[in-house]
């Protein structure tokens, strides 16, 4: 019987938080979400210039439209030199126009918008399916869960419809301006002389709008991440009497989200109705311009008209930017948390490296110690796993046995020593790319929702039905042959629908469906009653010796041990 070596131990610097912080509004911070947007929109552009064009040729067709309307009106009152009729024409034509783009639009934002949306979710995904799994996640799941759906929402709206629409706003105000001036000068200057004093309250509004939308955002976080968490453990809840204690969680998270709500719009409110005070001076002030102007002939009814409409296309696109204000700034948030979620590293990526004639595992020195640093896990362990064995790890809870198998599963990384794959060729150390050679069933119930035929499949997509009958008899599933619906049967979130045994039983031959020559069992068969037990051991101990597969077993049940050759027994360490 070995023993580890328990005399070294080893302390892994603890990871400091990478992430920006919410907090900061640095030019180099903001620099940093900008340059993010805009690698991020690299899968969003095609929806992001269809917008835009859209938009450019609907700031065009209106100001064609106030340019046909007051040939139309000069024509009509006989101060103008341009056919009724034509005007007329051209009026048509210009509001057919706008309906055919307004109706392109719709559907841009259906179909393309969907696309966008799903495009951002999938990368963010992908990137946290494939970053280094540490053990101890940074976010919540229901936190995650809303960051990917609605921070990822937010930020391909901003970037595929409020950016373009910011853009044809712009070009709006200055194609107006340039318009307006072409007919009056001053009274354009007098129209635009509240856009600094625009232009510095913003500021203001933008600092208070990010910092209330950041508490609102994170507040909708907790509220998912609770709801999550309590459907998921809803039969522990019950049965600890704390269903209603949870309703109160709830009830006072969202009585936090109504209160942040109420101060946000409360804000938002004020501003525009100081915003819409001043709008409204700019337009009495242009149509007792006109009027004066009118009566005392020195313009038509047509450019009476024409100045209202104009001092319109200017006023809307102010008004518009209360609008595009909190989108952006909901935006700006939303980057800053879908950030924190990339800041994970990604593991190392590279060609599997296969052992197709049987691998053995190598410890030499290992020693780990979690980020928190609070206790070593192992030090100094030494121990050679021989291609073909079966080994028994035993030792009491926190003495690092689960640990031990995700080093080598490469999941997590000796702080000191190294683990290697082995056989008589070659010799490597356990990485993403040895994944391929091992076979893992973990501890409790890990199947997924679907039928039991999809959960098979997840460890072997290319598994005939055969090879699934022959796995699940090994593995003494048997039974799902006699449900209703036989491999097709449906399993509920977390495998409900079947008792623990039976989630194990399938778990432990979707496994065996790998083609890894390394097995690691890691109290894969606690829920079974003995004599299933003994039976599926036995199995699985034949199945390995005609494989030459190497298999190491974590278990505390003594009647594991007749079928290991050798026994590792791992010490709790105190410091």
Request: with cysteine.
């Amino acid at each position: 019987m070995l023993h580890s070596d328990t005399h070294r131990s080893c302390q892994c610097p603890t990871t400091s938080n990478p992430n920006p912080a919410l907090e900061s509004t640095s030019p180099k911070h903001i620099k940093n979400m900008l340059l993010w947007l805009w690698r991020t929109s690299r899968g969003l552009r095609l929806k992001t210039i269809v917008n835009t064009g859209i938009g450019l040729t609907m700031v065009g067709l209106d100001f064609a439209f106030i340019w046909a309307t007051k040939m139309a009106i000069d024509a009509a009152t006989g101060q103008g030199a341009h056919s009724l009729l034509m005007a007329c024409v051209l009026l048509i034509v210009l509001s057919l126009g706008r309906i055919a783009m307004a109706f392109a639009r719709k559907w841009s934002n259906a179909l393309l918008g969907v696309k966008s949306q799903n495009r951002m979710q999938r990368r963010t995904f992908s990137r946290l399916m494939h970053s280094v799994w540490t053990g101890k996640e940074q976010f919540h799941s229901g936190d995650v869960m809303n960051r990917l759906v609605r921070d990822a929402a937010e930020i391909t709206t901003v970037i595929t419809d409020t950016l373009p629409a910011a853009l044809c706003v712009t070009v709006r105000v200055a194609v107006a301006f340039m318009y307006l001036c072409y007919f009056d000068a001053r009274l354009a200057i007098l129209v635009i002389a509240s856009a600094p004093l625009f232009i510095l309250l913003s500021r203001l509004y933008i600092r208070t709008m990010r910092r209330l939308t950041r508490d609102m955002r994170n507040t909708d976080s907790r509220i998912q991440s609770l709801l999550q968490e309590s459907l998921q453990h809803r039969m522990v809840l019950k049965t600890l009497e704390q269903s209603d204690g949870m309703v109160k969680r709830l009830t006072e998270e969202q009585d936090r989200l109504y209160g942040q709500v109420k101060r946000r719009t409360t804000f938002s409110a004020f501003n525009e109705l100081c915003l819409n005070f001043g709008f409204t001076a700019g337009y009495m002030l242009t149509f007792i311009w006109g009027v004066y102007r009118l009566d005392a002939g020195t313009i038509t009814y047509g450019t009476m008209i024409a100045f209202i409409q104009l001092v319109g296309q200017i006023q809307g696109p102010f008004r518009e930017m209360t609008r595009f204000v909190p989108a952006i700034i909901g935006a700006l948030t939303s980057t800053e948390r879908m950030m924190q979620l990339e800041d994970t590293p990604m593991e190392e990526e590279g060609m599997p490296i296969a052992f197709p004639h049987g691998a053995g595992i190598r410890l030499t020195n290992v020693a780990y110690t979690y980020a928190d640093g609070h206790r070593s896990i192992l030090g100094g362990l030494s121990y050679d796993f021989a291609p073909g064995s079966a080994t028994a790890i035993l030792g009491e809870t926190g003495a690092g046995k689960t640990t031990l198998i995700r080093l080598i599963l490469a999941l997590l990384k000796p702080c000191h020593g190294t683990v290697e794959l082995y056989d008589e060729n070659t010799c490597v150390k356990a990485s993403p790319s040895t994944r391929c050679n091992l076979v893992y069933v973990p501890q409790g119930n890990t199947l997924l929702c679907g039928s039991i035929r999809y959960n098979l499949l997840l460890g072997n997509p290319d598994a005939t039905p055969q090879e699934m009958e022959d796995v699940l008899r090994m593995a003494c599933a048997d039974f799902v042959f006699s449900l209703p619906h036989s491999i097709d049967s449906e399993c509920g979130e977390g495998g409900s629908g079947l008792s623990e045994g039976q989630a194990q039983r399938i778990a432990i031959a979707r496994a065996l469906l790998r083609h890894g020559n390394i097995l690691l069992l890691d109290e894969a068969t606690s829920a079974l009653d003995v004599e299933t037990e003994q039976r599926l051991i036995r199995n699985i101990s034949a199945r390995a010796k005609e494989r030459r597969q190497t298999v190491l077993f974590i278990t505390h049940r003594p009647s594991v041990l007749d079928y290991c050759e050798n026994i590792l027994r791992l010490d709790r360490r105190e410091k």
